[in-house]
């Protein structure tokens, strides 16, 4: 059953030290949230990104909240680079769990799937099975002339995202974004913000159900406009690219990263 509950009581509920996955920034990306968990003094963070990350990514990394961050990429868009990230690899601050996007929706899929790892293609050659001894290169058992690689399964224990809307049964309307869905369906729990709670269920319209994530992967919602400012929300806002601008500027140092974060409360 679905709890409804405040933005604060949901980050009451997300501990330190564990397994968190988010959305890419404008997809479900939730930075209201992510400056409530660091309000809170949230840390030992194993961040999963969807398959990439941005803002709220850099936000957690600057002020201290990721230990692992297991990602195919790291990017402001058109902003540019994530300072916070970059200053963070630079100063050896995380453990980097490099990936490729192919790669980092197949462990998603084994662990929606309930299995322990899948095999893609592509990656053999790569130095990036130097660095992912939870990656393995075997033989593909319907012909063993030819090399595979299996990668492990990512299981969040809490996945966190922002959705345009709710109903009061706990079914979220996610749209064409199957990327979070899958997050939702590989995550132990999944905690949603929304913009607005519908008192019908979103199930009713076949024209919209297939874009739904059913209530019994949704542990928790909580309504809360505009959570995904500055980074935008599908068919809801769009991207505020100066107020990511005066982020990206600001976060250069530390700092400015902390005066940042201590100084812009909400949108206009």
């Known amino acids: 059953m679905t709890d409804f509950v405040s933005p604060e009581t949901m980050v009451q509920m997300i501990p330190s030290g564990i397994k968190l996955g988010l959305a890419p920034d404008g997809a479900g990306s939730c930075p209201a949230m992510i400056r409530l968990l660091i309000e809170r003094g949230i840390r030992d963070l194993h961040v999963v990104c969807t398959p990439i990350g941005g803002m709220q990514i850099d936000m957690l990394i600057g002020a201290g909240a990721v230990a692992v961050l297991e990602t195919s990429a790291i990017s402001l868009g058109e902003t540019g680079g994530a300072p916070c990230f970059a200053r963070a690899i630079r100063n050896g601050e995380l453990r980097m ?4 996007c192919p790669a980092v929706f197949a462990g998603l899929t084994a662990a929606a799937k309930g299995v322990p790892f899948m095999p893609i293609r592509g990656i053999i050659g790569s130095d990036l099975l130097k660095n992912r001894p939870d990656w393995k ?3 593909n058992p319907f012909d063993e002339s030819e090399k595979i690689v299996v990668v492990s399964a990512i299981q969040p224990d809490i996945s966190l995202i922002h959705a345009p809307e709710a109903d009061r049964f706990g079914n979220v309307r996610l749209g064409r974004r ?3 869905m899958l997050l939702a369906h590989a995550s132990k729990k999944t905690f949603v ?3 607005r709670i519908s008192e019908t269920s979103l199930l009713d319209d076949e024209k919209l159900a297939a874009g739904v994530l059913p209530a019994m992967y949704v542990s928790a919602v909580a309504e809360y406009r505009n ?8 068919t809801e806002y769009d991207l505020d690219a100066r107020e990511v601008e005066n982020y990206a500027r600001a976060a250069r140092s530390p700092e400015g990263f902390r005066a940042y974060m201590t100084g ?3 949108a206009a």
């Open 137 to 139: 290169v075997t033989a």
């Open 193 to 195: 913000t929304v913009e």
């Open 97 to 100: 769990l490099d990936g490729t």
């Open 227 to 234: 959570a995904a400012w500055p980074t935008g929300l599908y």
């Open 178 to 180: 199957r990327e979070i």
């Open 264 to 266: 812009t409360r909400s």
